[in-house]
């Protein structure tokens, strides 16, 4: 009896410690608007989602940190596929809780002029997409969304692999577009 009340106190202790599992945005949720310091090709500039969306869709990238491995390999990534991107009408936007200094020299360097990247060193916009990789840290977790000019997100893909959310993405728009255009030439 004595082990039973142990293992169940060492359980209840533990659940108390742990982290709390942060749920991402959903699919049809409302993605929230933000103004964020961003740069494009080195030149900063105020990003704005709501003055975005009125062009296309977004394709919202979380990154954990400028110029670590993983996160240079999807800024080449979403580069290479920059131009895809934009014949649908999208606009791709990375951001990460740096300053906007480090994101500026990412913005040239990897990101090779080709598409913005946001700073987000006090973590509000992180936080409001459920992005933040581990409790009490304000470092992101590799994560995209797509938001369609409605402000609704209609796609999310989560993994801190970068090698996937490129074409994902990116297929994911095409989706959208293809609904759209079907839409739009109805009788």
Same mark, same amino acid.
């Given at each position: 009896?004595?082990?039973?009340?142990?293992?169940?106190?060492?359980?209840?202790?533990?659940?108390?410690? *742990?982290? %709390?599992?942060?749920?991402?945005? $959903?699919? /049809?949720? !409302?993605?929230?608007?933000?103004? =964020?310091?961003?740069?494009? @090709?080195?030149?900063?500039?105020?990003?704005?989602?709501?003055?975005?969306?009125?062009?296309?869709?977004?394709?919202?990238?979380?990154?954990?940190?400028?110029?670590?491995?993983?996160?240079?390999?999807?800024?080449?990534?979403? *580069?290479? %596929?920059?131009?895809?991107?934009? $014949?649908? /009408?999208? !606009?791709?936007?990375?951001?990460? =809780?740096?300053?906007?200094? @480090?994101?500026?020299?990412?913005?040239?360097?990897?990101?090779?002029?080709?598409?913005?990247?946001?700073?987000?060193?006090?973590?509000?916009?992180?936080?409001?997409?459920?992005?933040?990789?581990?409790?009490?840290?304000?470092?992101?977790?590799?994560?995209?969304?797509?938001?369609?000019?409605?402000?609704?997100?209609?796609?999310?893909?989560?993994?801190?692999?970068?090698?996937?959310?490129?074409?994902?993405?990116?297929?994911?728009?095409?989706?959208?577009?293809?609904?759209?255009?079907?839409?739009?030439?109805?009788?």
């Amino acid at each position: 009896m004595r082990w039973k009340c142990a293992t169940a106190m060492v359980a209840s202790v533990m659940l108390m410690c *742990a982290p %709390a599992a942060q749920a991402l945005l $959903a699919i /049809g949720d !409302v993605a929230p608007d933000f103004t =964020a310091q961003a740069a494009l @090709a080195g030149k900063p500039f105020s990003f704005s989602l709501s003055a975005a969306l009125k062009q296309g869709p977004v394709v919202l990238y979380f990154y954990p940190k400028v110029f670590t491995s993983g996160c240079t390999v999807e800024a080449h990534l979403f *580069a290479e %596929a920059s131009e895809q991107f934009a $014949a649908m /009408g999208a !606009v791709v936007i990375g951001i990460s =809780a740096d300053g906007i200094e @480090a994101v500026q020299k990412f913005s040239v360097e990897e990101c090779r002029n080709k598409f913005a990247v946001a700073a987000d060193p006090d973590g509000k916009v992180i936080k409001a997409y459920d992005a933040k990789l581990t409790f009490g840290s304000s470092i992101s977790k590799r994560v995209s969304y797509v938001i369609v000019p409605d402000g609704k997100v209609s796609y999310v893909y989560n993994s801190m692999d970068p090698k996937e959310h490129v074409s994902r993405t990116l297929e994911a728009v095409k989706s959208w577009k293809s609904r759209a255009t079907a839409v739009s030439v109805k009788p």
